[in-house]
């Protein structure tokens, strides 16, 4: 069920320890030259919708959250960076307000890494209240779930995985080759956050734009990006999510108040 499209009666009599609240969350920000700014939130949006259409009477869908924590992608147009603090603060108060109502179980539908903070302060904040959250990042639920389904920033998963779901807000002429900027010689760029140095990985987080000259990111070539390729993700994604939903509804809870 959707919160959105409920009564109040509706919602009092459905919202309940027996469901789970599914939150979907992303970020408005710079996806490199040819997908859109709301790419983030988009793709848990739909996940959503689809996850709820097949089990309807277990979960209740809240509205996306579309804002996000990306101040490091703020060098190019159009990104809204909330800030952690925010973020953090908003989802504790719909956390707040869902609890109240009875519900003590929550999904956290996450498009963006820059979340991961923000939702972890809040998931452990649930669990002291007596309830219990589970963080899921679908990019990298993707990954594990097939090494063809990986993919970086902006560039051929996202793209996939938009060509399935809003294939007019593709903007193909706008492609253009993606330089990358290293730190030094001996670090080169791993990702828009990290340096590899030797055989490691090390997180740096630095400005976007003085990395990538197009704001993607990822060895997954957005020209090799299909529809088909995103539909497949997104069937491999809104099934495992099902069968973790009626596994977590069997999850005890915490002792309230105890932690
Ligand atoms: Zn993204």
Redesign the pocket.
Known sequence: MFLEAMTWSQAKSFLSAEIIALLPLGSVEQ?GPICPLG??FIVPKELAKMVESLCPERVVVLPVMPYGVCPYHSGFAGTVDIGWELLSGVTKKIAEAVLKYGVRKFVFLN??GGNGPALDDTALWIYRQGGIAAIIDW?SLAAELNSRWSGG??TGQ?TSMMMALRPGWINREGFFETKITNLTDRMPSKYINAVSFGNGTIRIPRNVDEISSSGAFGEDDPREATPELGEEIITGIVSYLRDFIEAFLEVPLPNAFNK
């Open positions: 996806h790419t983030d498009g963006h990019w920033h902006g996202e």
